[in-house]
């Protein structure tokens, strides 16, 4: 009987480790995403200029807002 109320100590252990582990991975992933964009105004810019559009501002800042509100 002792073995089983380890086991289900462990185990216990272990699942609120990783709940606990997964949400702080997530809180510095989304506070490094913040600071550090994957996609700004330039490789906007770029990004159109290559598709043959000339991009207004208008458009650069509907874009950069449509993106952040994905992240």
Avoid: C, W
């Amino acid at each position: 009987m002792d073995i089983v109320v380890d086991i289900l100590k462990y185990l216990f252990v272990f699942v609120a480790g990783g709940i606990t582990g997964f949400f702080i991975a997530k809180h510095f992933m989304q506070k490094y995403l913040k600071q550090n964009p994957p996609i700004n105004e330039e490789m906007i810019k770029a990004l159109m200029s290559q598709m043959g559009r000339t991009p207004s501002q208008k458009q650069v800042n509907q874009m950069m807002k449509n993106m952040e509100k994905y992240m």
